[in-house]
């Protein structure tokens, strides 16, 4: 068995497409291995700022040998075709075999091939792989075709420490690498895979990546901990940071604290995104504190201190360029940026983003007035009105992830109600919790779907470039966790209304009227056909896959919105559990069963007549003993289901259900449904009609699986 080492060095690979190159790199070469026949003990990967690299261990120095059966044409086929066959295969007549089968006699060769050496499948390989690399952004370099993330300026390609000769669009491989950049003189030889990692740390580079993570996570927080602060621990710095080092040195610096007049999260995201520095707190106070750790790629001779000062510089220009435009945006009211939103595109052809906001002012508010306790739709259309003006803001414009974030801190600065305060601030967040957070939270996220599915526009397959499930994951999460008893047609169909009528007024007042939620048929039948069923099914989709996570099966969701008319999400997932629970059990395993079974027959026996047998069941027809029974349960069970559906105790509805297991097993056990008589047959279909409505009555079992 051999080991082979594999390095790609290129000019600087950005941070955040390492991990994934890495992983591309071993499933490429394992996919070239499985197709040559080979396959190695293990294949790690690495990353660094200049290098790719992969060690595969335990390969075999040659593929087995290999034997191939083929059979040709018929013994007495025509000189012609035999000839190709032979041709084809290499052998002559005298080496084929004639074997019978059901459609005669036919000529068999037995094509014999040699294994290949490892070393000749690799030099085919690697090219092929290199070539073919799935980099996001790719370029091309001086007159070369190959296209790398960087320029590609060395390979090293080491089978059991023996050269495995390639070329690479006029880059030969060899066995010498560059360590690193400032800390190593000249060219390294590797002399093995063995050896390579230990000879990359001898000229300062650390090979692996989480080692590289590491230790930035521990010096940082040492060097936090020395100066009496706690380390802001965030794990996508810290990747990055080790996709930015080959030989890390985490540093602490200071900045002025008057710095800390600015919102914590403008100082913490002008330091990561920016600088990549890590942010420091008070461990007493929990505030921000007035330092940073930055991750050099070099030891200093003087422990650091210039690059800490010079990074101290840069940080201070930075700071101050944010300390200006949150001066700058507090001298206005925060209402005053409304008027930047009219200049602004929510998207092509649905109007701008001051349109969008009077959208969700009037449809925050409402939301606030049918289904909260509380009751107060003023606030809340006032946050939905100044939910988006902070984009106009100077702060925003230059750091847009501070979007809500500081709309809630220039609303609380201009004297806003704490619930608009926390609703900028939460807007964005995956769940709001409160009721005006979640009145303009669902609101934004309604209006948002509502526009594109009424334009068509949604997800398909993996793609989602308007982040549309994230959305409706939103309102579906902020809904449950608060347990809002929000019914979801009304609130998309008064969306749909706003996004159609504009700024029609007297259009928009009649719509916040009582009638709007009473009017049935015509208007939400329109709806519904219009786009309203997929905007349905899509939250349904979502739902499923939400409650995926907490255990709960997705059929079960199926069955439950398959009865129509069940939009309110926090009764949906509560008929949903008891219902979970009730198949469990062996009344329910049974029950579904007998539902199915009735199911069955009568979809066979309605289809045969072209009837349908929902109607009522004749006494007098009731023969058999458990035919009667079974009519008097039913009697009993389907006004009990409803009632305790109505009164949403579902666990008492599928109690009431479960009393029917006995009747029906007894049923179907002694009682034959197509009886010779037209009208007994007929009755004992309506009486399985009545099954499938009691059962019908909590959800469809049709659609659960067995």
Request: proline share 4%.
């Amino acid at each position: 068995m051999a080991d082979f080492l594999l390095e790609l060095f290129s000019e600087e690979i950005p941070a955040r497409m390492q991990p994934k190159a890495a992983d591309d790199l071993k499933r490429l070469f394992g996919e070239a291995l499985a197709a040559a026949g080979l396959k190695a003990s293990a294949i790690e990967t690495h990353a660094t700022p200049r290098r790719l690299a992969l060690i595969a261990t335990g390969l075999p120095l040659a593929t087995a040998d290999q034997q191939e059966e083929r059979r040709g044409p018929k013994a007495d086929a025509p000189a012609q075709a035999i000839d190709g066959f032979l041709k084809s295969t290499g052998l002559s007549r005298d080496q084929l075999e004639e074997r019978d089968d059901p459609k005669g006699r036919f000529l068999y060769a037995m094509i014999s091939k040699a294994g290949r050496p490892t070393r000749d499948v690799l030099a085919e390989a690697v090219p092929s792989i290199v070539r073919a690399f799935p980099w996001p952004k790719s370029m091309r370099w001086g007159s070369g075709t190959l296209r790398w993330v960087r320029p590609l300026h060395s390979i090293i390609a080491l089978l059991d420490g023996d050269l495995v000769d390639l070329d690479i669009d006029g880059i030969r491989s060899g066995r010498t690498t560059t360590g690193h950049r400032f800390l190593s003189r000249g060219t390294i030889e590797i002399a093995s895979a063995a050896d390579y990692a230990a000879t990359l740390r001898a000229a300062h580079v650390i090979l692996s990546a989480d080692e590289r993570a590491k230790l930035i996570g521990d010096g940082a927080r040492a060097q936090a901990t020395a100066k009496g602060l706690e380390l802001i621990e965030d794990a996508g710095l810290l990747a990055e940071n080790a996709g930015l080092t080959e030989w890390p040195v985490p540093l602490i610096g200071d900045f002025d604290p008057s710095f800390l007049d600015v919102p914590p999260e403008v100082i913490q995201l002008t330091m990561r995104v920016n600088q990549k520095y890590f942010a420091c707190r008070d461990p007493k106070t929990g505030a921000l504190a007035p330092a940073f750790v930055c991750v050099a790629n070099i030891e200093a001779s003087d422990g650091g201190a210039a690059i800490v000062a010079g990074n101290r510089k840069v940080l201070a220009a930075r700071l101050s360029d944010a300390k200006f435009f949150w001066e700058q945006d507090k001298k206005q009211a925060l209402e005053t940026y409304l008027a930047k939103l009219d200049g602004m595109l929510f998207y092509e052809g649905m109007g701008s983003l001051r349109e969008k906001t009077e959208r969700l002012s009037r449809l925050s508010s409402e939301i606030a007035r049918r289904y909260f306790p509380e009751r107060d739709p003023a606030t809340a259309e006032r946050a939905g009105l100044l939910a988006k003006a902070d984009l106009g803001t100077g702060m925003v414009g230059e750091f847009p992830e501070l979007q809500g974030i500081m709309g809630g801190y220039y609303a609380e600065q201009g004297g806003e109600k704490p619930g608009v305060v926390a609703a900028l601030k939460q807007q964005y967040l995956p769940v709001a919790e409160g009721c005006i957070p979640a009145c303009v939270a669902i609101a934004d996220r309604v209006d948002t779907l509502a526009a594109f599915f009424a334009r068509g526009i949604k997800p398909t397959g993996s793609k989602d470039p308007f982040a549309l499930r994230r959305a409706a994951l939103g309102i579906i999460q902020t809904i449950t966790h608060n347990q809002i008893r929000m019914p979801l047609l009304p609130v998309l169909m008064f969306a749909d209304r706003l996004i159609s009528r504009g700024g029609d007024k007297s259009l928009i007042e009649d719509m916040a009227q009582e009638a709007f939620y009473k009017r049935q048929g015509t208007d939400s039948t329109a709806f519904l056909n219009g786009h309203g069923f997929a905007l349905l099914d899509f939250f349904a989709d979502r739902l499923k896959v939400q409650q995926r996570e907490a255990g709960v099966r997705h059929d079960l969701i199926d069955a439950v919105f398959a009865l129509g008319g069940e939009d309110d999400l926090v009764r949906l997932l509560a008929r949903v559990k008891a219902l979970q629970a009730f198949v469990a059990t062996e009344d329910g395993t049974n029950l579904l069963a007998g539902y199915k079974r009735a199911a069955n027959i009568l979809r066979i026996e309605e289809k045969k007549d072209g009837a349908s047998f929902d109607g009522d069941v004749e006494a007098k027809l009731l023969t058999a003993a458990e035919e009667q029974r079974l009519a008097a349960e039913l009697d009993a069970v389907i006004p009990d289901a409803r009632a305790a559906v109505e009164r949403e105790d579902f666990t008492a509805a599928m109690a009431s259900l479960a009393r029917l297991r006995a009747p029906i097993d007894a049923f179907f056990t002694d009682v034959t449904v197509n009886d010779s008589n037209a009208d007994v047959r007929a009755n004992r279909l309506r009486l399985l009609g009545r099954i499938r409505a009691a059962v019908h009555t909590v959800a469809d079992f049709s659609r659960i699986e067995s």
